[in-house]
């Protein structure tokens, strides 16, 4: 039970402090889960972040699954589950019953004009990381850049980006294995002609002998 309270307690807080979306979360995540709690390492926590945002539905959410499935199991990942989206359900339900009040006070505005270069930073700082981490060479930099300037100047669509990398990663997969085993079968081939000659020298040089 006390592994249970402290998943949800912490998501609790990682939920209540999350401002400006899924990514924004990351380093708050590593803080408790990696460095306070100690419950998975910090390469395992970078390899958990490529499978989850890789994965379909809300980034915030899959993370704290993860997590909790990671840790505790199902139970695990359902109190992980609650922690992380219990803080939004009650604030946008609070801020739904004054909308109208809430958006034309001039006091909360200017908390938000102030929050927002926060929020980049909260969101560059585990990207670049993120990058570092996924130990590519600096020569793949210029594809994140790419792909950002396809989205924000040309206004393509990431779903259409995630296909085409999705397809391209299996045909690259694919004509990587067929070269390997292309390349395995000329080695045998290779290895039983080796094997035809060394024999025909063994049978012309018996025959020798015996003649």
């Given at each position: 039970?006390?592994?249970y309270?402290?998943?949800?307690?912490?998501?609790?807080?990682?939920?209540?402090?999350?401002?400006?979306?899924?990514?924004?979360?990351?380093?708050?995540?590593?803080?408790?889960?990696?460095?306070?709690k100690?419950?998975?390492?910090?390469?395992?926590?970078?390899?958990?972040?490529?499978?989850?945002?890789?994965l379909?539905?809300?980034?915030a959410v899959?993370?704290?699954?993860?997590?909790g499935?990671?840790?505790?199991?199902?139970?695990?990942a359902?109190?992980?589950?609650l922690?992380?989206?219990?803080?939004?359900?009650?604030?946008?339900?609070?801020?739904?019953?004054?909308?109208?009040?809430?958006?034309?006070?001039?006091?909360?505005?200017?908390?938000f004009?102030?929050?927002r270069?926060?929020?980049?930073a909260?969101i560059?700082?585990?990207?670049?990381k993120?990058?570092?981490?996924?130990k590519?060479?600096?020569?793949?930099?210029?594809?994140?850049?790419l792909v950002?300037?396809?989205?924000?100047?040309?206004?393509?669509?990431?779903?259409?980006i995630?296909?085409?990398?999705i397809?391209?990663?299996?045909?690259?997969?694919?004509?990587?294995?067929?070269?390997?085993?292309n390349?395995?079968?000329?080695?045998?081939?290779?290895?039983?002609?080796?094997?035809?000659?060394?024999?025909?020298?063994e049978?012309?040089?018996?025959?020798?002998?015996?003649?």
């Open positions: 039970m006390r592994l309270f402290d998943l949800l307690t912490t998501f609790l807080k990682i939920g209540s402090f999350t401002l400006g979306g899924g990514y924004a979360m990351l380093a708050l995540v590593e803080q408790a889960v990696v460095r306070q100690k419950w998975i390492d910090e390469d395992e926590f970078w390899k958990m972040i490529t499978i989850v945002q890789s379909p539905g809300v980034f899959n993370t704290a699954l993860y997590v499935y990671r840790i505790a199991g199902k139970a695990g359902a109190v992980s589950f922690g992380a989206v219990l803080p939004s359900l009650i604030i946008i339900g609070a801020i739904s019953t004054c909308f109208q009040e809430f958006r034309e006070n001039e006091t909360v505005m200017k908390i004009a102030g929050i270069p926060c929020v980049v909260l560059l700082a585990p990207s670049v993120m990058f570092i981490k996924s590519l060479s600096w020569k793949f930099l210029p594809i994140p850049i950002a300037a396809a989205v924000v100047f040309l206004k393509m669509s990431p779903v259409y995630i296909m085409a990398t397809i391209f990663t299996i045909a690259w997969e694919y004509w990587k294995f067929k070269d390997i085993d390349k395995e079968i000329g080695k045998d081939n290779h290895d039983e002609s080796d094997d035809d000659d060394e024999k025909n020298v049978f012309i040089s018996s025959k020798k002998e015996n003649d």
